[in-house]
């Protein structure tokens, strides 16, 4: 079944250190997403991949990064930075990088907890 | 930044009732789009509107996209305990347009008792 994986399903960290989040989808989609999601909150772009070897900021990109070095992949990584890395992160991916026609697909997100 | 209000932030209702949440901006949007996210999961797309005043259905959802194209609203008939969830709007200002632009409401906490 073609879909979107996120792993681990739940990450505890201790402050200062970092931590990368992985996220893999097999639906040949070019563009890939990283929203962060806090209790009551909409979502909010972190970063996102239009192409492999091509990523822009979202809104909240300070104290994160990611790469994209294949198509299937788009890892991203909490750094130390981050002033409130506690939240849920959503991975999403989409055919095209335009919005008609081409929704976002969801992963089932990876709760991370920092202490 | 842009800013979607969504309302209610939360519904208790009755299994059978019929459920209305709505989506508004100060601005003019011209994609608006629809997610249930259930606990523990990722959003998942129920409806997508691309024109003003168009109705679309989805089963027992109805999405409206508003004449002003400030609005959005989502009807859901006859509820059932499966409908429990966080329900999003998410707009774009522009016809389609770069997704890394859409911007997402707070959410509607919807909870059925059967």
């Known amino acids: 079944d073609g879909g979107i994986t996120q792993s681990p399903k739940y990450l505890f960290r201790k402050e200062g250190q970092n931590v990368t989040l992985s996220c893999e989808q097999n639906?040949?989609?070019?563009?890939m997403y990283w929203y962060r999601q806090d209790p009551g909150q909409g979502l909010r772009l972190i970063y996102y991949?239009?192409?492999?070897?091509?990523?822009q900021k979202g809104d909240i990109a300070e104290g994160y990064s990611v790469s994209r070095e294949k198509k299937e992949s788009f890892p991203l990584t909490v750094t130390s930075a981050q002033k409130n890395p506690t939240a849920f992160y959503l991975c999403?991916?989409?055919?095209?990088?335009?919005?008609?026609?081409?929704?976002?697909?969801f992963g089932n997100g990876t709760r991370l907890t920092v202490t | 930044g842009q800013q979607l209000n969504q309302s209610p932030q939360s519904m208790f209702i009755q299994e059978g009732e019929d459920v209305s949440m709505n989506c508004t901006s100060s601005?003019?949007?011209?994609?608006w789009l629809w997610y249930k996210q259930e606990p523990g999961e990722g959003p998942v797309l129920l409806i997508a509107l691309y024109k003003a005043g168009e109705l679309t259905s989805n089963g027992r959802l109805t999405a409206q996209f508003g004449i002003t194209r400030k609005d959005s609203f989502l009807n859901i008939s006859a509820s059932i305990p499966s409908d429990v969830g966080i329900y999003f709007c998410a707009g774009h200002r522009s016809y389609g347009g770069s997704q890394g632009n859409l911007i997402f409401g707070k959410g509607t906490k919807l909870s059925v008792k059967p």
């Open positions: 991949s239009q192409i492999v070897n091509d990523f």
């Open positions: 601005s003019i949007f011209n994609t």
């Open positions: 999403a991916s989409s055919f095209g990088a335009e919005l008609y026609n081409s929704p976002l697909h």
């Open positions: 639906l040949n989609h070019d563009a």
